[in-house]
């Protein structure tokens, strides 16, 4: 009898042990580029990490048209509601939108729709009524998150709505040096420059397009080199722990500037060409298959680990930091 009590209070100690380890870790599943008319058997994969939450980063369905009609979008949108998994739904949502699923490849503030794609872009992520994206112009927003006795402050920026047009021929684009370019707008600047100097132990910095990779010719945030300058020196002067995630590119990657470390995870299912990208701001590879990332906390010891994952759960790139390093 004493021997079954022993036993009985040894395996009640070590699933306690378990559950309070695990109860210490939060993790974030990340993603981008996923098309609502392709397979997405990726979320598998995601659901076996047990995620807390998951923050979409754009070209969360493809519903851009030519036609400047957004009967596409629509389309996209119903399809994307019954291929995401129910298991998701109960999760917490976050989303940021990116081209394909603001309405205008590539596009910027330029086009015409805008606002009528953030009207189905809120509804879709159920966004309350009470939430200023649903009258403020663009869908960025900002985020307290208490996770334990951590305070994380989450900001998704809105790279589309206020854009300035980029230079040269699609898909090879250079730098728009003019004074008056922009990739955020005059608002939502503004708006940024308070929120990231919020109380926090972390920030969260969401945002569509690449901000430190300059080396490739597509988009990102070296088009346009001032704005990019002047978002690195605000998060410099911040003197905050900041995370920049990203998605676009259909190439997942680890990056580092400094203490500013970013992590890129694109595409969820649709990989792109097997060629050769280094970056000298990038650590270890570009990875063109299949991906996802996790973000994950440890609340014990304040450690934060970037994880970028292939679409069976395997391990492609990952780094640890500490919220300490300021």
């Not at 980029?166 to 420059?193: E, T």
């Not at 995370?243 to 500013?260: A, E, F, P, Q, T």
């Not at 050769?276 to 298959?289: A, K, R």
Request: glycine share 6%; charged share 30%; hydrophobic share 35%.
């Amino acid at each position: 009898m004493k021997k079954n009590l022993s036993i009985s209070i040894y395996s009640f100690l070590i699933l306690l042990l378990i559950s309070s380890v695990s109860a210490e870790e939060y993790k974030i599943g990340l993603g981008s580029c996923i098309h609502q008319d392709e397979p997405q058997p990726i979320w598998n994969s995601i659901k076996n990490d047990d995620v807390d939450s998951f923050i979409f980063l754009g070209d969360n369905v493809y519903g851009d048209s030519a036609s400047l009609k957004l009967k596409k979008m629509r389309r996209a949108y119903a399809k994307q509601k019954t291929s995401f998994p129910s298991w998701l739904k109960e999760k917490e949502l976050l989303a940021i939108w990116d081209d394909h699923d603001y309405g205008k490849n590539e596009g910027g503030g330029e086009y015409r729709l805008k606002k009528e794609a953030q009207e189905l872009f809120v509804d879709f992520w159920d966004i309350p009524k009470n939430d200023i994206r649903q009258a403020r112009e663009g869908t960025y927003f900002n985020l307290i998150k208490n996770i334990y006795d951590l305070k994380v402050n989450i900001i998704g920026l809105d790279t589309r709505y206020f854009r300035s047009e980029l230079k040269s021929a699609k898909g090879n684009y250079i730098d728009n040096k003019d004074l008056d370019a922009s990739v955020l707008g005059g608002a939502q600047w503004k708006w940024l420059s308070k929120v990231i100097n919020n109380e926090s132990d972390l920030v969260i910095l969401l945002t569509s397009i690449q901000l430190l990779a300059t080396e490739h010719r597509f988009e990102k945030w070296s088009n346009f080199s001032l704005e990019r300058n002047k978002l690195i020196d605000l998060i410099e002067a911040s003197e905050k722990k900041v995370l920049v995630i990203s998605g676009d590119r259909h190439r997942g990657g680890i990056y580092k500037y400094k203490n500013i470390y970013e992590l890129t995870t694109s595409s969820m299912n649709r990989p792109a060409s097997p060629i050769f990208e280094t970056d000298s701001l990038l650590i270890g590879e570009t990875h063109y298959q299949e991906n996802y990332g996790i973000l994950s906390i440890n609340i014990s010891n304040k450690a934060v680990k970037l994880i970028l994952k292939d679409k069976d759960g395997g391990v492609l790139e990952s780094i640890t930091t500490t919220m300490s390093d300021y």
